[in-house]
């Protein structure tokens, strides 16, 4: 899994920094969280493939964290996009999935499913599973988990071919723990498959604006990489508390409280360019803290 | 003056390239034509003022010309605009304005006065003057011309101190051709200015996605700096006029029979990365072209 922070800048984009987006690569598709002004060309900046965007997922509908939509949309289009883009995001999303399409002149040659979610899981494909969870902040807001599904163990491939079970079909079957049939023969699972080699699966959890809530704590416990606004620092607490966002400290309160294994800042404010000073005060609470740059990329 | 060329590509941003706009800085103002997504962080790349935008001039409202301007009225608010921004453009322009405004949660805390325009002189101000000229898109597109107002003479303050003509409103009256009354001696023109040294003032003419057509030779005769899309090379000429576009070298032959000083090609297609090749294709029907970069200034 890897991701890819293609924007890291709170309310507007900077010099050093585009508006925040967050992208993850898993299984040859990549999955969007967030999509203001500017991200279609980050994403080629990085080498992140906006045709391969299997979905998008906005936190809110705040300018800062959309305004990239149409955008995209006009180049997956003009590139020749012809299968579906999942849209997922708070109360709204329909509506601004809509207004968005309405309002530049452009083609649109693929179909865009949106749906607005709430908590739990909302998408789930073979490997992977992403789950929603509501925020605290001044309208409607989204924190996602992208979960990688637990492996449960490693298929031995050579014991397979020993046995003479066919290769396609059969061993999926072994590897999702049903027994198969070859001629009269039935090969039950634990034959090929070495359990003590189980896996569990990557969390990555995003939090974008918001100020810091127990309320969010469960959905994120445990989190391999916990991807954290950050717009102020602790002399600016008042002002995080007015606009209902966190600061580096909180944030790093926030991870150490769920357990997390890494946080990563990002969403700063524009005011705040001094990477060194987010980053320690974050550590104060939480060791492993990284300040987000813009096109930094990270494997989990 | 000086022109910036905040992005040159067109269709969609690449790597090198952001979609084009240009600005124009004069008397302290900055005047930006057309705002495709990105193009304020382009500004702030480049030090074009993003507050001091007196206005935007719309060619027409396709994706790739106009996905910026959301974004950067949201930008203008959060940094205290409170001064109107006038916007024109062709049909639609107050529809499109209206529903920009409408999809972004931002505040707009300043009036913004949309215009429809079509042809002829659309603004002006003491020393410039912003004409519209209709061109041949798919839809309608406007181009347009900023001229610098001429200037008659040259004012000789030196001469006006010995006259002891007290400085202010009665010098910019003499610089204007008026006489002025100082006591009972009434002084002419002609005493303070040097006729001599009259100056034609400056045309720009920035002409966006048109076929090449004589019907807008007339309204850009004489630029001193031709700004003409060239989206495609000769060998592409097909695809232009389906398109409703400009080659290099049409470009080129508008240049040379508008009796243009300079040619700069911009607004290029993402697959003509050569701009060499372009800037030769232009050159074969007029010698003085120039090929845009990103974030290129130039001096008038």
Redesign the interface.
Known sequence: MKIVFLGTSC?????ER?LSATAIQFGGKWFLFDC???T??QM??SGVSYMKVQAIFFS?????H???F??LV??MS??GRDVPLHVFGPKGTEE?VR??L?????RKDFEIIAKEVRKGKIFEEEKCIVEAFPLKHE?PCTGFVFREKDKPGEFQRKKALELKIPEGPLWSKLQKGQQVKVGSRIFRPEEVMDYSKGRKGKKVSIVMDTLPSETYFEAIMDSDLLVHEAAFLEDQKERAVETKHSTAFQAGEVAQKTNAKKLVLTHLSPRNRDNEKIGEEAKKAFANSVVARDLMEMEL
Chains 1, 2 share one sequence.
């Not at 309310?11 to 010099?15: A, D, K, L, M, Y």
């Not at 809110?60 to 800062?64: G, I, R, V």
């Not at 309405?102 to 452009?106: F, K």
């Open positions: 309310s507007n984009p900077t010099v585009n203001p002004e500017g279609q060309r080629m900046q809110h509908f705040h300018a800062d959309f305004l990239g149409p955008g006009a180049t003009m590139h601004q207004k968005s309405n309002l530049a002149m452009m309208v």
